[in-house]
């Protein structure tokens, strides 16, 4: 198989939930080495996620679909950090590493005997990203944040949501996508900086701001005339028509979107309204957004003659952009295109076989990227990782587990435990 993209990059992760990991997984997608420290102490919560536990299972912290969507390909091995030896073995680790990622509390790792200058010492080309909610200065170092205080301070649950309600969440943590991503080019670019020049660095990314970077344009307005843009719901300051519409099926919308007059000339004709093409109050989108109760009433009578993915179609073969308002099933089951596109990716699994998941989208077409493997345990690369690769005798290692510097492996359940081939 050809050599990937990151083949030979060596990474250590001290990280949780999505922000952090996320960079490494997709890493790791890329060919990187990356190991993830964990704790039997402190479970990672994605490991606890969808399902949890069941009344004959128990916890299954191998089975969580956010943990092989987020940690999938990675090595993964078990450090007490309260322990001045599990320290130790993590800066070894650090030492011959070429990236550390960190998502934790501010002050977190200085607290462990880890902090950036610690760890420069023990590898002075060493590039380091800590990435945590509002930075590690200003006013709020210290503030605990996830996914929706985020999204609510950056002013995106502001904008979502309709004009006679309250502003409206993403149900998703959208600031963690947006941070990791932002965080895999800050990376690559250190990654670049240190290739030209020997120096390594830190980065210090603030999810308050990857996020409020993306809301640009309404921050401009704010800006420019010294008031907050207004919610919308669906509609767009300069797109119209535009929203989600009804359509044969319950809870069932096409998605339209009119830029151009010439846009807007094609939606007419299929509504049955072509006198509309011609009217001078519909001349320009100004104009429509004056009539855009009575425009959206005539494309709802439209749409309901239609099911969402028919009526994206014909708006599509007449040049409208639309697309149908999809949910996860429809994206799985019934979506052609992400089928033919290869999107999913099947992942040998060490406890079920095999599991599906979401792609990497990062369209590698001379190295393509690949998953090895998902379900690891906790600790279940310890002894790989510290005698093969740290290069701990068997006495060493084995001494490092009796004084529970090194965690031992936990122990998967004995459904299907098969371990396919690197």
């Not at 006495?395 to 529970?404: C, K, R, S, V």
Request: aromatic letters at 8%; hydrophobic letters at 40%.
């Amino acid at each position: 198989m050809d050599a990937q993209a990151l083949a030979g990059l060596k990474v250590v992760e001290f990280t949780q939930g999505m922000a952090g990991p996320w960079i490494g997984r997709m890493l790791a997608w890329c060919g990187a080495e990356v190991i993830r420290i964990e704790s039997h102490r402190v479970p990672g919560v994605v490991r606890l996620y969808i399902p949890p536990a069941s009344e004959d299972r128990s916890i299954q912290p191998e089975m969580s679909p956010w943990f092989t969507d987020w940690d999938a390909g990675k090595l993964f091995v078990t450090l007490n950090l309260k322990l001045p030896a599990g320290v130790e073995l993590a800066t070894r680790l650090v030492a011959r590493s070429d990236l550390v990622i960190e998502n934790n509390r501010y002050g977190a790792m200085e607290k462990l005997g880890l902090g950036w200058e610690t760890l420069r010492a023990a590898n002075p080309k060493l590039i380091a990203i800590s990435s945590s909610g509002f930075g590690d200065d200003g006013l709020h170092p210290g503030y605990v944040s996830w996914g929706p205080n985020i999204e609510a301070m950056s002013g995106m649950a502001w904008l979502g949501g309709f004009p006679e309600g309250q502003g409206a969440m993403t149900q998703y943590a959208y600031p963690d996508s947006l941070s990791a991503l932002h965080g895999l080019f800050a990376v690559l670019c250190a990654l670049d900086h240190r290739e030209r020049t020997g120096q390594g660095q830190r980065i210090a990314l603030a999810q308050l701001e990857t996020t409020v970077a993306m809301i640009g344009p309404e921050m401009m307005d704010q800006i420019a005339h010294a008031r907050p843009p207004a919610r919308l719901g669906n509609r767009s300051t300069h797109r119209t028509p535009q929203g989600c519409y009804a359509c044969a099926g319950e809870d069932r919308y096409c998605a339209i979107s009119v830029a151009s007059e010439e846009e807007w000339r094609a939606l007419c004709h299929l509504i049955g309204r072509d006198e509309w093409a011609l009217h001078p109050d519909f001349a320009t989108a100004t104009g429509r957004r004056e009539s855009a109760d009575r425009i959206d009433e005539a494309i709802g009578r439209w749409t309901r003659k239609h099911s969402p993915h028919d009526a994206a179609k014909i708006l599509q073969a007449a040049g409208v952009p639309a697309g149908a308002v999809q949910n996860t099933e429809d994206q799985y089951l019934r979506d052609p295109h992400l089928a033919a596109r290869g999107f999913f990716e099947t992942i040998p699994h060490l406890k079920k076989g095999t599991v599906v998941a979401t792609g990497i989208p990062l369209g590698l077409t001379g190295t393509p990227g690949r998953t090895p493997r998902a379900g690891a345990a906790m600790g279940e690369d310890n002894a790989s990782v510290f005698r093969d690769r740290l290069g701990l005798s068997e006495a060493e290692y084995n001494d490092y587990l009796a004084t529970g510097a090194i965690e031992a492996p936990a122990t998967r359940s004995a459904e299907t435990q098969t371990r396919p081939e690197d």
